[in-house]
């Protein structure tokens, strides 16, 4: 494991050859929400040795209709971020969609995170680049692994080496993802952790009815596929109830189900090292 992901869990307990885990509902709905989501799944992850980062959005900026829920105000949904971060005792990590958005949220978080559609944004890049975080950057869907080498340099050229990449699908028509596990060893050739977004993998974007489908009974299928292609982490959003999420509720786990799925990919895990 790299030295900055070794720093980032100095306080966790855990088998140094497990993966690691992002997990968190989609968005910052509620302060309560957090709290119900981080202890259950920081609880799991500290009796399965699995390494966690707590994840939330502050704020959703890419919605396919203009009715959909953004957020409760940036300073709001960052500063219980923190909160969470610091009851919990786990690291965060929440996306940005703009250069001026990295100085603002870092304060507050420990990894930030580049959406897929905004991996060529060359300011975004280099702002994120220079806070010094970790920089989660996820493929974009219209990418392929090899070429996601220069998202790599990006943030390289800012002094900032503290770098992951995550497969997330990629375009399969206009209304379908597919996963291509190439890509995992594929962007592990650039010298960086892989995380497998396995929730985000199994959207159907740009649905006519404006919000977001997926297929979350395939979410086992590709965690499973994923961890036996070698990831070295796993991205997992999850809710009490995903049916009244306020983004993304048709691909996220419902949180009672994830304890059993991690149970097993730590099994699986075991087998392929």
Do not use: W
């Not at 603002?104 to 990894?111: C, G, I, K």
């Not at 036996?228 to 419902?254: C, Q, R, W, Y």
């Amino acid at each position: 494991m790299e030295k900055y992901l070794t720093d980032l869990f100095a306080g966790q307990q855990y088998d140094e050859k497990n993966f690691f885990l992002l997990a968190g509902p989609c968005v910052v709905e509620s302060e309560e929400l957090l709290t119900e989501v981080a202890e259950k799944v920081s609880g799991m992850c500290r009796n399965l040795g699995i390494p966690y980062i707590f994840k939330s959005s502050y704020r959703k900026a890419n919605r396919t209709s203009a009715s959909s829920f953004t957020g409760l105000g940036d300073k709001t949904a960052l500063q219980m971020l923190q909160r969470t971060k610091e009851k919990f005792h786990v690291p965060v990590v929440t996306d940005i969609h703009l250069p001026d958005d990295a100085a603002m949220a870092a304060p507050y978080v420990d990894v930030l995170q580049i959406p897929a559609f905004l991996c060529r944004q060359s300011e975004l890049l280099a702002a994120a680049g220079r806070t010094g975080k970790i920089i989660n950057i996820k493929k974009g869907q219209f990418v392929s692994g090899e070429v996601m080498k220069f998202a790599v340099e990006k943030i390289e050229n800012t002094g900032n080496n503290k770098i992951m990449l995550t497969e997330r699908g990629t375009t399969f028509g206009y209304q379908d993802l597919v996963v291509d596990y190439r890509n995992i060893p594929a962007m592990q050739a650039h010298g960086v952790p892989v995380v497998m977004d396995v929730t985000h993998s199994l959207q159907q974007p740009n649905q006519t009815s404006g919000v977001t489908g997926g297929n979350p009974q395939l979410i086992g299928t590709i965690a499973k596929a994923a961890i036996a292609a070698g990831a070295d982490g796993l991205f997992i959003e999850t809710h009490p109830n995903p049916a009244v999420a306020k983004s993304d509720g048709a691909n996220m786990l419902k949180l009672d189900l994830l304890e059993g799925l991690l149970e097993q990919l730590v099994k699986i895990r075991q087998a392929v090292l």
